[in-house]
């Protein structure tokens, strides 16, 4: 079965250190992986993605995530932490043999504060 | 672009009253989802559809209905409100190819149900 675990539900680091956001995922196919991040009060919004290639992602705000097939793992970083990082971060995996209905399995979420 | 908007922000519904959650999207996406969201529980999908005239039940569908008559349009309709559909409700859409794109997400609906 599809699944995707983010084993901490709180992350604390200093800002300017750097932090790690962790994600690992069980499918039966390829995985399509994606990071999205939620500011209090607001949706979602999307980060990066890893559908093939290079196994470093690069995305917005200066995040990267990298895909490690062995270790099932799609772990999100950022080599310098801002307090304006304080969020809740999703991540999501989508099985590629899962037909063509596009949904995504979610994370139950990992709250990251950035102390000053 | 407004991207997915989604109305009202806010809502206070008495226990078997209902009532209708807007959904609009001006990206031209074929697929769209409804989810709902608790403290704790990430995100679960209640419907989805993956073009006009087309729904689906995701996770947890009961209590819900949708329907997608256009393109652009994606209401969720709750028929007898109750205390456990409390909740934050987003919407999302995506685009085409052949393989998943970015959903986007609309900016949510705050719902209490007393």
């Known amino acids: 079965a599809q699944s995707v675990a983010q084993p901490e539900d709180q992350v604390n680091v200093a800002e300017g250190n750097p932090l790690t956001v962790k994600c690992t995922y069980s499918v039966s196919g390829n995985p399509y992986l994606f990071w999205y991040v939620q500011y209090p009060n607001r949706g979602l919004q999307f980060l990066l993605k890893?559908?093939?290639?290079d196994n470093l992602v690069k995305g917005s705000y200066g995040f990267e995530a990298e895909f490690n097939k062995s270790q099932t793992s799609f772990h999100l970083k950022k080599p310098s932490a801002l307090v304006s990082d304080s969020a809740l971060y999703f991540c999501?995996?989508?099985?590629?043999?899962?037909?063509?209905?596009?949904?995504?399995?979610w994370g139950l979420g990992t709250s990251l504060a950035v102390n000053p | 672009n407004a991207g997915v908007t989604q109305t009202p922000k806010f809502r206070i519904l008495k226990i078997g009253q209902s009532m209708t959650l807007q959904c609009t999207q001006d990206m031209n996406h074929n697929y769209m989802y409804w989810y709902r969201q608790d403290p704790g529980m990430g995100l679960k999908l209640i419907y989805y559809?993956?073009?006009?005239?087309?729904?689906d039940k995701g996770e947890v569908p009961n209590g819900y209905n949708v329907s997608r008559s256009t393109t652009e349009d994606f209401p969720l309709r709750l028929e007898l409100a109750a205390p456990s559909q409390t909740s934050v409700y987003f919407c999302?859409?995506?685009?085409?190819?052949?393989?998943?794109?970015?959903?986007?997400f609309g900016p949510g609906t705050r719902l209490t149900v007393l």
């Open positions: 890893y559908i093939t290639g």
């Open positions: 999302a859409s995506g685009g085409q190819g052949p393989i998943p794109d970015t959903q986007y």
């Open positions: 999501a995996v989508r099985d590629s043999k899962a037909g063509n209905n596009r949904k995504l399995i």
């Open positions: 559809s993956v073009g006009a005239g087309i729904t």
